[in-house]
C-alpha cells in the first residue's frame, strides 16, 4: 500500500469503514457499478449503439434463464435487439458523468457564496439568503425540468456535449443552495474564533483567511453532503431524461433506458424496464449509505 492510502486505511474514519458492514456492502456495490460503467468499452459483452452488429430478430429476448432466453444475452433484449446488460452498463456511465459533474458544479457555487455570506455578512449575506430562499420556494425537479426543456427549445439541434451541458447545469442551479446554507452556518461559527481573529489582526486579506483558514474547517459537512447530493443528482437525471428532457436519445441514460421499457411493461417485456430501474436504486442506496456512513464517522460526538 502507498503511504496516503496506508495512513487512511489506518485512520480513525479507516477504521469506522472497516467496522461497518453497511458501509463495506454499499462501497463494493458502488464500487462495482461505477467500475462497469467507466470501463464499459471493456467490460461489456456487446456495444450495444453499434449499428453494424445490432440484430432486429434478437429484439424481446427474456433473460437468459427464462424460457426462449440466449445465454448470449444475459439479461436479455430490448425492442432494438440490444443487450439490456450492456445497454446498462453504458447508460449508468451518462447517470454517473451527469451526477458528479452536476455535484462539483453545485459544490463550487454553493461553497463559494456560502463562504462569502457568512464571512463577510450584512447585505451580502442578506441578498444571498433571499436568493436561496427564492430557490428552495419551488420544487427543485421543476426548476430542472424548466431550465432543461428551455434549453433544448431554444437549441434544438445542439450536440451531445451542448446537450449534456445544458442538463448539468440544470440540475446544479438547483442543488446549490443546501451547499451556501451549510457553508454559511459553519462559516458564521468559524470566523469568530481566535486563530481568524488573530489572522485579521495580522494584515491577512479576507480573501486569504476565507481560503486558507476558513474553507479547510468547513468541508466536513461539504463532503458529507456532496456524497448524499450524487444520488440525488443521478435521480434527478433519471426523471429528466424518463420525461424526455434529459439525455439525448442517442446517448441514452438510465432514466431513458426506463422511460423506453416502459412502454412495453404491460405486453409482458418486464425486464426492459425491471433492470434499469434496478440498477438506479442500487447506484442511489449505495451511495446513500456511503453518506450516511460518513456523516457518522466524520461527527466527533459518535466517536
Known amino acids: 500500500m502507498g503511504g496516503p492510502f496506508r495512513r487512511a486505511w489506518h485512520s480513525d474514519v479507516g477504521y469506522s469503514f472497516r467496522t461497518s458492514p453497511v458501509a463495506i456492502a454499499a462501497g463494493l456495490i458502488a464500487f462495482v457499478c461505477i467500475f462497469c460503467a467507466v470501463f ?38 430490448d425492442d432494438q435487439g440490444r443487450d439490456i446488460l450492456s445497454v446498462l452498463m453504458y447508460g449508468a456511465r451518462i447517470s454517473l458523468l451527469v451526477g458528479l459533474a452536476s455535484v462539483v458544479l453545485s459544490v463550487l457555487i454553493g461553497v463559494t457564496l456560502g463562504l462569502l455570506a457568512g464571512f463577510v455578512g450584512g447585505k451580502t449575506d442578506a441578498f444571498i439568503m433571499r436568493v436561496c430562499d427564492v430557490m428552495l420556494s419551488f420544487p427543485a425537479i421543476l426548476i430542472a425540468l424548466l431550465i432543461a426543456g428551455v434549453g433544448r427549445a431554444l437549441f434544438p439541434n445542439a450536440d451531445e456535449s451542448l446537450a449534456f451541458g445544458v442538463l448539468i447545469i440544470a440540475i446544479s442551479l438547483t442543488g446549490w443552495v443546501q451547499y451556501a446554507r451549510t457553508v454559511r452556518g459553519s462559516t458564521l461559527v468559524e470566523r469568530s474564533k481566535e486563530y481568524v481573529l488573530a489572522a485579521r489582526v495580522t494584515g491577512v486579506s479576507p480573501l486569504r ?55 412495453f411493461l404491460f405486453s409482458g417485456n418486464w425486464w426492459i424496464t425491471v433492470f434499469p430501474g434496478t440498477m438506479l436504486v442500487l447506484i442511489a442506496l449505495s451511495v446513500n449509505l456511503l453518506g450516511d456512513w460518513l456523516r457518522d464517522a466524520l461527527n466527533p460526538r459518535l466517536r
Do not use: C
Not at 231 to 236: P, R
Open 40 to 77: 464499459a468499452n471493456w467490460v461489456a459483452p456487446h456495444h450495444p449503439f453499434d449499428l453494424a452488429t445490432l440484430e432486429l430478430g434478437d429484439a424481446f429476448l427474456p433473460p437468459s434463464w427464462v424460457k426462449d432466453g440466449s445465454p448470449k444475452y444475459l439479461l436479455g433484449t
Open 209 to 263: 483567511i476565507m481560503r486558507r483558514h476558513v474553507l479547510p474547517n468547513i468541508l466536513g459537512p461539504v463532503m458529507v453532503l456532496a456524497t448524499i447530493q450524487v444520488a440525488t443528482a443521478i435521480i434527478t437525471e433519471a426523471t429528466l431524461s424518463f420525461l424526455g428532457v434529459g439525455a439525448p436519445p442517442n446517448s441514452p441514460s438510465l432514466g431513458t433506458l426506463i422511460q423506453i421499457g416502459n412502454k
